[in-house]
Every structure is written in structure tokens, then in C-alpha cells.
């Protein structure tokens, strides 16, 4: 695995991250004060996963990251989270080259690089496999500061229930919840020095409620470690509770055409979901994610605007 070959001072210089430098040295640790919401919705490129894929495995097919660019440039969507391992080369740093490329292509078209992703699994009592992603994390930590994106997300385990138990070896679930926290510190020690937030997903894994979900962010307990709020994966009777529980401790989003990530669950209700996030004073971006979901027609141009107009619709209905 490669790393930003570059020290402190030269990649403040080539990335004007002074004031991001200045502010993660700040000592404060106070939330921030009570706000007015204002949100936006915007895009996460894996949207467009299948197509994105098959670019990266023969670049006459499918669609590229400068692709999904031009199509938010198309829907005017201010903003778009470039998922990790879309880039070249992942999880290695991408060639400055290639870097350069994406933040001329973003600012000459007007758009803002809201976040990336990476995979990562905190789970396993593996303790090699943890440090793996630990060290993922870091390095696209500063691949972000480089694209003055201020968030990477990541995971707290595998997708699925059974398997963090599995790979956990049977330990107790504190026991698994202390190996993340104390990754995920770690994680939020190295983004505090660039300036990058690190927010874990509830991914219906290991966080599978908000309950859990605020548990681990208590236990990391560092200002620079905040939520990634999965709209579609909190696997309850009322996931609108969920999600307004964690709308306080949001620092990115995913919004789900569907309650629970499948055809099967509920589909959203954009009005209440405005609403709760209103409530909870977020301000910010709040990316648009669909999946294909298992449908054969599913088509990302077609979906993501649908979700696109039904979150504009009930944006314009709050107070403001």
C-alpha cells in the first residue's frame, strides 16, 4: 500500500489548507451552537456503481468519476462525494496527476467534493484485517485534504449481522464495540491533523439502530469521528426515530429511495425525512445514494433524479 509521498509543509502549500490546518489544531471541542437547518441535496457517485465498475474494468464502457461529474453539472447538483474505490488504483493514492485532473474538472464546473469513502472492516478479531483498514483510512484521509474534501467515511464491519459475529470470534459485542472505537480514534487523530472529518456508516451491519449507532460514536468520543446517517439502513419498526436521534451527530448522509435498502421496505417519505433533518438543525449537504436493488432496469440517471425532485419538493415546503 502507497501513501501521499509528501511532508507537512508541501502539502499545505499544494493544497491551501492553511485555515483547515489552523482550525483542526483548535482545542475546542464544544458541539456547535443551535442553528438554523439549511441542507442541500447533492450526489455519492456510487449511484452509479455497476457503471462505474465496468469503467474501471475496460474504460471504452460504462461511465467514469469525470462522468458522474458532468451529470450533477447537468441536474445542477451543487456538490458530489467521490466513493474511494472508484479512483484508479484504490485503495493506493491515485497519481497526483489524476488528482489534479478531478479537482480542475470539479471547480471549472462549479461543483464542490462533499466527501469520499473507503472499505474498512473494524469488526473482525482479526487484529492485522483491522489495521489494514485503519491505515486505508488514513491514507485517503489526505487524499481528501488534497481534494479539499472534508469527509471520509467508513464502515464499522462487513454488511451483514451475522458476519461481524463470525469474524468477531465470539466476542461480546463491547468487546467488538471497543475495537472500532479505538480504530476509529485513531482514524480521527490522523483527519484532526488534515482537517477531515471521519464519519462511520450505519450500514445495517454492527450499527443496525441509532441507538447503537450513537453508542460507538460515544465510545470513539473524539469532535473529529461524527455519523454517516444511512436514511436506509436502520433496521427498526420507526427508522425516522433513528435517523432524528443521529441528525445532531451528522457530519454526511446517504438518502435512500427506500427505508430499508430494498423494493420490499417502505419508500421514503422525503416530506418527513425534511422535516426531522430540519428539526435537527443540520446544515450541510445531504448526498443522494440509490441502488440497484436487484431491478434489471435500474438505471442511476433515472433514479437519482427521482429522488433528486422528491427532495427538492419537500426542502421548499420547510420554513424558513
Not at 487524499?143 to 464502515?155: D, I
Not at 425516522?240 to 435512500?256: C, F, R, S, T
Amino acid at each position: 500500500m502507497t501513501s501521499l509521498k509528501l511532508n507537512r509543509r508541501h502539502f499545505l502549500s499544494l493544497t491551501a489548507l492553511a485555515p483547515l490546518a489552523a482550525l483542526a489544531q483548535s482545542s475546542n471541542t464544544t458541539p456547535p451552537p443551535a442553528r438554523k437547518a439549511n441542507f442541500t441535496p447533492s450526489l455519492n457517485a456510487y449511484s452509479f456503481l455497476e457503471q462505474l465498475n465496468d469503467n474501471l474494468k475496460d474504460p471504452t464502457k460504462g461511465i467514469d468519476l469525470f462522468g458522474v461529474i458532468d451529470f450533477c453539472v447537468t441536474h445542477d447538483i451543487p456538490a458530489i462525494d467521490l466513493t474511494g474505490y472508484f479512483f484508479p488504483g484504490y485503495p493506493n493514492t491515485p497519481s497526483h496527476d489524476y488528482l489534479n485532473r478531478i479537482k480542475r474538472y470539479v471547480h471549472e464546473r462549479g461543483i464542490v467534493i462533499s466527501g469520499t469513502g473507503v472499505k474498512n472492516d473494524f469488526a473482525t478479531a482479526d487484529q492485522a484485517v483491522r489495521q489494514t483498514g485503519i491505515q486505508v483510512t488514513k491514507t485517503w484521509i489526505e487524499v481528501a485534504a488534497y481534494l479539499g474534501a472534508p469527509v471520509v467515511r467508513t464502515f464499522a464491519g462487513p454488511s451483514n449481522v451475522k458476519d461481524w459475529k463470525v469474524a468477531a470470534n465470539n466476542a461480546s459485542r463491547a468487546e467488538v464495540e471497543t475495537w472500532m472505537a479505538d480504530a476509529l480514534r485513531e482514524c480521527a487523530v490522523h483527519g484532526e491533523k488534515f482537517g477531515v472529518m471521519v464519519a462511520v456508516q450505519n450500514h445495517g451491519d454492527f450499527l443496525s439502530t441509532g441507538v447503537e449507532h450513537l453508542s460507538l460514536l460515544q465510545k470513539v468520543n473524539h469532535p473529529w469521528c461524527g455519523a454517516l446517517v444511512d436514511t436506509g439502513k436502520y433496521f427498526t419498526e420507526n427508522p425516522y426515530e433513528d435517523i432524528a436521534l443521529m441528525v445532531p451527530h451528522a457530519v454526511n448522509w446517504q438518502i435512500k429511495e427506500t427505508l430499508g435498502s430494498s423494493l420490499k421496505s417502505p419508500a421514503t417519505d422525503y416530506r418527513k425525512l425534511a422535516q426531522i433533518i430540519h428539526q435537527g438543525g443540520y446544515r450541510g449537504f445531504v448526498p443522494i445514494e440509490t441502488l440497484a436493488m436487484g431491478r434489471k432496469d435500474y438505471d442511476p440517471q433515472v433514479a437519482v433524479v427521482k429522488v433528486l425532485q422528491g427532495m427538492r419538493e419537500a426542502i421548499a415546503t420547510l420554513p424558513r
